[in-house]
């Protein structure tokens, strides 16, 4: 896994020389996503698990 990248690829991988990081830029890893919270709807099963809208009898598939 150590190959050397073309030298393409590597030119596309460096920053520029005068590139200099903002001072309020950090190294710490991004944040682990937040867990969503399950929705109740009224009208019943959640339309998005299942593919269809159904109202009033009338379904309508995505």
């Known amino acids: 896994m150590d190959k ?17 990081k903002p001072a309020h830029w950090t190294d710490a890893p991004a944040p682990p996503p937040r867990v969503a919270e399950p929705v109740q709807d009224p009208d019943g099963l959640d339309p998005t698990r299942y593919g269809d809208w159904e109202k009033n009898g009338i379904a309508i598939d995505f």
């Open 4 to 20: 050397p990248l073309p030298a393409n690829q590597q030119r596309a991988t460096q920053r520029p020389a005068p590139f200099a």
